[in-house]
């Protein structure tokens, strides 16, 4: 997609993962000259060794979606042809008994997408950009800061590259970011969380068909642990292990206790998985930490940087949101360059102002997402209410959202005000219970009286 709106410039993109080849494309529509410098090879080489092999898949829902079509419709069709949707959460029980609990009323669904196939079509597309070129085995080490003129140097000997501003896209341990702290009174939090994942995998039928339902996302609740599985394009699942951490610890000091803590939790899943191979998978594969980290703000005041993506908001996975909302950074601070005229100063201080409240927000449902996910499914409460909530949206359309149709489906509300009409609405279904309550027993009080 070409843009009339042209600014000058030569960019550094740090990182080429899913948000610098998104923003790459973007700052490239605008006419920058744009250089990705990117840490590891290229993972599209047959013989490259070190692919990521986390993380396998992931969930893309509607703000990811969107921030793909506003930086071009066929790309969006291009990169997102191989996803699988998603319409609900389907829920183990510890006999193998399962539960299908919709995300939306609207038979809307989040897909699941492979990571690596996504991040390789991404790179497709930047190849095929004349004012694109991708350095692969840059690893940036440090920046020197001027007024006009960035100087970034990498390892290994590579030379130094001048640019006229950065965008810090290199995750959530960020060089860019910690260059930044150097020369920028910037807040900086991180902290990790008490959880482990571990990734296993659920092989396709024979004959390549799908051995659970595959329109879901299945999840074993079981409190302060739990299993979940996302469905691949091939008919296998990737299925994913948290717990805490001195839970994994002690139990893949033994073989015979993880069969045995496995099979008891997860009788079904092991009937698939096979126990046997599925515990040498937990006692070797490696062994993730989960963590949040948030910083303030996000860019340079004179325009000369700025961090998007995980680099500025890393977030646990439990929402399935950290892609997303790393593709919707690219949007808004488009939308900003865009309404400013590429004055980046401008653009960036506003970018940070209105920003920082959408960022925090979703890291603290992803936080929370643990819980619902690992043990409110499981609840009286979290269904009833969940009715209560769909009812209320049927009835009154737009003017009711879920929260996880705010923030999973609708790319036009931002996170923080779907946290403010969740909170409106939370107060109103308790009005409302209360209230019935306190008729129900006057009722009752009247006729035992009469
Ligand atoms: C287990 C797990 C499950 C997840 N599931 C989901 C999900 O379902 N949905 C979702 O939306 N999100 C999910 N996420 C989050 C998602 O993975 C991240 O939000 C996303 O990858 C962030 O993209 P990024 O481009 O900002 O960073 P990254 O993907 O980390 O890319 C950063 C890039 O920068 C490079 N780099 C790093 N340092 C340097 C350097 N010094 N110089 C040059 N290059 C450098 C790295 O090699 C890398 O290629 C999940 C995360 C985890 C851990
Ligand atoms: N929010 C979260 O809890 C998590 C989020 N993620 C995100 O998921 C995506 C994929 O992650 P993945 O590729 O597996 O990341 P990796 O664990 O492979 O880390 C990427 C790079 O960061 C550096 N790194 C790793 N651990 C540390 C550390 N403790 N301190 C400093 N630097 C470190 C390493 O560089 P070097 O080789 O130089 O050491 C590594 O190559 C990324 O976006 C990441 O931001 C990943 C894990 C957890
Ligand atoms: N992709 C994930 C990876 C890890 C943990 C959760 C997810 C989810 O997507 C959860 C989903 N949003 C849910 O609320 O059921």
């Excluded at 042209?6 to 000259?33: F, H, I, P, T």
């Excluded at 790309?75 to 995300?103: A, F, N, S, T, W």
Aim: net charge negative; with cysteine.
């Amino acid at each position: 997609m070409e843009l009339s709106q042209k600014y000058d410039g030569k960019v550094a993109v740090v990182g080429a993962g899913l948000v610098g080849c998104l923003a790459s494309l973007a700052l490239a529509q605008r006419g920058y000259d744009v250089t990705v410098v990117e840490y590891r090879q290229d993972p599209r080489l047959e013989d490259t060794t070190d692919r990521n092999l986390r993380s396998i898949n992931l969930a893309i829902s509607a703000r990811g979606i969107d921030a793909l079509r506003f930086v071009g419709n066929e790309l969006c069709e291009k990169v997102l042809h191989d996803m699988m949707p998603m319409k609900g959460r389907m829920i183990h029980d510890i006999d193998g008994r399962q539960k299908e609990l919709l995300y939306g009323i609207a038979n809307e669904h989040i897909n699941s997408i492979s990571r690596a196939g996504l991040n390789c079509d991404l790179l497709d597309e930047l190849d095929a950009v004349s004012n694109i070129d991708i350095c692969f085995e840059h690893k940036l080490t440090r920046i020197e800061w001027g007024d006009s003129k960035q100087v970034c140097h990498f390892v290994q000997n590579k030379e130094p590259m001048t640019f006229d501003f950065v965008v810090g896209a290199d995750g959530c341990f960020s060089t860019a970011r910690s260059q930044m702290q150097r020369n920028l009174r910037m807040n900086y939090k991180q902290e990790y969380i008490d959880c482990c994942y571990i990734e296993l995998y659920l092989p396709p039928r024979k004959d390549g068909g799908f051995v659970m339902a595959k329109d879901d996302l299945h999840i074993w609740p079981r409190g302060k642990f739990m299993l979940i599985a996302l469905p691949n394009a091939d008919g296998s699942f990737t299925v994913t292990f948290f717990a805490p951490w001195s839970q994994v610890d002690s139990l893949v000091k033994s073989k015979q206790e993880t069969k045995n803590f496995l099979q008891t939790n997860f009788p079904d899943a092991m009937d698939l998985m096979g126990l046997d191979s599925t515990a040498d998978e937990f006692i070797n594969n490696p062994k993730g930490p989960l963590m949040c980290v948030e910083c303030l703000p996000y860019n340079l005041s004179n325009g000369s940087a700025i961090l998007i993506g995980d680099a500025a908001h890393s977030m646990v996975p439990f929402y399935g949101q950290g892609m997303n909302c790393g593709f919707e950074d690219v949007k808004v601070l488009m939308q900003l360059l865009d309404k400013y005229r590429g004055d980046r100063s401008v653009a960036f201080n506003a970018y940070t102002a209105t920003r920082h409240e959408d960022l925090v927000a979703i890291n603290k449902l992803a936080r929370e997402n643990y819980k619902v996910m690992s043990e409110s499914v499981t609840s009286v409460w979290f269904n009833v209410y969940k009715r209560i909530d769909e009812t209320f949206s049927r009835v009154l359309n737009d003017s009711w959202l879920t929260l996880y149709t705010m923030i999973s489906f609708r790319a036009d509300i931002s996170y923080s005000d779907a946290i403010r009409r969740d909170n409106r609405q939370r107060r109103i279904i308790k009005w409302i219970s209360i209230s019935s309550l306190m008729a129900a027993t006057v009722i009752a009080c009247r006729r035992l009286s009469q």
